[in-house]
């Protein structure tokens, strides 16, 4: 049975995984080049799953929204095969850009890790954003960084329980929400009601998507552009 909960910084081994095996094709490729799999202290792999577990710590630790979807097995233990974590206005310091790429200077990062590529990436993300959404970027928004999902537990809706929880949370609070895709989260955001804004960014050879939510309006509330 898949129930959703909040992640603690217990979780974080098995999400820095999931995050790990989730994004292999994409960017983790990208950050983790075979060129510096040699530098591993131990191996590329390991290497990655540990960075991804304490970035996730920390971000925790900051404030950030952070959700596991968990499948409760019969003898009443649980395995965690999801999650999700969001940057939302009250996460933010007073007066902080969002998702700026200083992020990349406050992490031990292992040797395997391309950090030219990280700090590009970063970039990049924090350019289409100001482009996108103005100054204020996503600042006023439910942001969401990150969703990684068991690549051996697709098809059961896990990312679809994750996002909507989150646009749940985000509605209440009356804030709209915004993301940048890989393409194979674009089909599942849209069908959740985002649509992409601005041209297809180039994230090295891994097309990605700027895309935004905007919440229900109340009969009579101004929608905003």
Do not use: C
Request: charged fraction near 30%; aromatic fraction near 6%.
């Amino acid at each position: 049975m898949l129930t959703l909960r909040e992640a603690t910084v217990a979780d974080s081994p098995r999400i820095g995984v999931i995050g790990r095996d989730s994004f292999g094709p994409t960017l983790s490729r990208i950050l983790f080049p075979a060129h510096l799999h040699h530098l591993a202290r131990t191996d590329a792999a390991t290497e990655e799953a540990e960075w991804r577990a304490a970035r996730n710590t920390r971000r925790i630790k900051d404030g950030k929204k952070t959700y596991v979807v968990v499948d409760k097995l019969e003898d009443g233990s649980e395995h965690i095969v999801g999650y999700a974590q969001w940057e939302t206005p009250d996460s933010l310091p007073p007066t902080a850009k969002p998702q700026t790429a200083s992020e990349t200077e406050v992490d031990v990062l292992p040797p395997s890790l391309d950090q030219d590529a990280l700090k590009e990436i970063f970039g990049l993300m924090e350019v289409v954003t100001e482009q996108t959404l103005g100054k204020e970027g996503h600042s006023q928004m439910w942001y969401l960084m990150i969703l990684g999902v068991d690549p051996t537990q697709k098809r059961r809706g896990i990312g679809k329980m994750l996002v909507k929880h989150g646009l749940e949370q985000a509605a209440r609070e009356k804030r709209d929400a915004f993301l940048i895709a890989t393409p194979e989260g674009k089909y599942l955001y849209s069908l959740l009601g985002f649509e992409q804004v601005g041209e297809e960014i180039a994230v090295g050879d891994v097309a990605h998507y700027a895309m935004l939510w905007k919440r229900p309006r109340e009969e009579g509330e101004e929608m905003l552009n």
